[in-house]
């Protein structure tokens, strides 16, 4: 892609021949004449080398002037290898990478560096492996490819690609006068992401992502055979639901595509945005559908063409990444892959949507292992279960490398031995690592197949770093662990008891089922939990009274662990609330919430865990309780209402805790926020008129 950004002329002899170079082989604002004709016979070169190889097929053709094909071959090469060193020795000095290390390192791995690699790379691979001349030929078809680097600016302009937001969403566009017009607004809000996008928008973009991963499952599932056979019309029923689907979104898109203001006072609108990428991938995905009603095409290739959908996921995902990079301009590459894999202020949405993709693997994965052990499936889909295996190991694996590499980033960990050595010692890095190492251990010992399914059922452990849940259960476990501890002794006690009592009241009669104590305590513990399977059981009248006993102190007994967890689980979940309102309070102190607070108070409320019904209820009970309300329009600010016997211990309330610095500051916010907020006081009592003198006595 062509660069079109000044770069700083370098010193040293070495610099200057560089950047002279630089000018020649990329565009800039003060590129050579040279860059142009170079430009043009590149571009001559690599139409006439497509043509060369299309003719080359013809065998006639080829047979006549196979000579002069490898020689024009060779120096196309020649000439192609040359321009990507060229290219190389001073593609770092992009102004991109101002600042990074491996600046060519960054420029080589840029898609148009990649296809001039490949585009050389076959005809080099001739000197060391012996290829198919077919596939050779093939491969040389890349170069048409190379025409992007010119054809691409040109596109961009023509559709105006990367000027704003992708489509250009998120920019205000004029609201339309006619019931037309006023549906189309209406359809674009909802088709594509605005400032005032309605909730419909949200709801249809889980929708079409859902539908996307739905369809990709079902187009894989569909290549084993077995479950072809059996499904075939149900996979073709949702095939076609899916492409009715998709083309009705592809074509409310277009009803509406030309009110993007990025195309005000343009022509040829709707074809601007028909060529943008989004629009195309659209297209393609359903047209293999309805061309099957014209031609013929295999089904095969028609799956493969199918297989596209997955490339509609794009729309979402790539508005998160700009976001993140966005975020992390000036961070390393260590400081980006600990925010994708941590929850940090760096972090955006991209972080979230890899927890969902990682839970949703494990989720998969150990289904797999589950339904692997049912011959008949295991039987059937023997080849998939293999390959998903090591595709999951080989996921789970490279998490677990880039959580050890990346943990250094961590404030707590700042050590980068003894601090990773301290990590992977942690509770979820063990779980981790139990959830790859039986697939490694088979590499080195050999290992019955049943345990083995068992152990790979260890990475649904995994969950437990992306749910709260099993964090609340342990950390209610830990804080409760000194009164767990005394009544699990005490039924511990009570279960030796319980059991020694049994074996003297039943050995003789039952010598056979009470051997001994350790086999009573089994007894015992089936009755004092109630399950009593009846496999073992007193048959004498003093051991039937004494079971009877057990079984009625049983059932306060094991009621106390789980009385001192619940009451663990009240505990804290009202330590949250008082943290939250805690929170709530700190930021409406000053009578109003700004955005910034409000998106904090809310990212508190999703970390705990809170719905959106009990966070409103917890942040009304803290305004209340400061005597606040909010104002009834709904918005973020807040309406100060104050019983006017309380108003003055509520100022006071407000004000002491605070210090010199925040005292002015809140009188500065004040002075800001009144002409948002206003000052109520509840039935004021009118002054009265002033005393009337009363009349000197006379006399």
Sequence with gaps: MSEIADISPPKGRIGRLRYELYRIMFETPDAPRLHVWLDRFIMTLIVMSVIAILLEHHEDIHEQFHWEFALFDKISVIIFTGEYILRLLCGGLSPRYKGKRFATLRYALTPMALLDFFVVVPFYLTFIVELDLRFLRVLRLLRILKLMRFILPAWQAFCLMGHEHIDGHLIEIEKPKSILGKVRLFVYRIMFETKDAPKIYYILDNTIVSLIVASVIAIMLEHVEAIHEVYHEEFALFDQISVIFFTAEYVLRLFCADLNPLYKGKKWKLLRYMLTPMALLDFFVVVPFYLTFIVDLDLRFLRVL?????????????????EFKELNKERTVRQQVYAILN????SGEIQHLLDIALVGLIFLSVIAVVTESVEEIHSVMEFEFHYFDRFSVFVFSLEYVLRVWTAVENPDTPHHIKGRLRYVTGPAQIIDLLAVLPFYLTLFIQIDLRFLRVMRLLRILKLTRYSTAMTDVIEVIVEEFPSLSAAMFVLFLVTIFSASVMYLFEHEAQPDKFTSIPESMYWAVITLTSIGYGDIFPITPIGQVFAMIVACAGLGMIALPSGIIATGFGEKIRSRREQFQKMVEEKAVDGVITPEERKEINDLAAEMRFSSAREKQFEEEALRGMGFVRRASGASSLAVFFEPDARIDAIARMIEPLSLHDK????????????????????????????????????
């Design 343 to 346: 929850p940090t202020e760096y």
């Design 306 to 322: 199918r297989l596209l959908r997955i490339f509609k996921l794009a729309r979402f995902l790539i508005p998160k990444w700009i």
């Design 664 to 699: 002015s500051l809140l009188l500065a916010r004040l002075a800001v926020s009144l002409p948002s907020h206003s000052i109520i006081v509840e039935n004021p009592k009118p002054p009265g008129p002033p005393p009337m003198a009363e009349p000197e006595p006379t006399g």
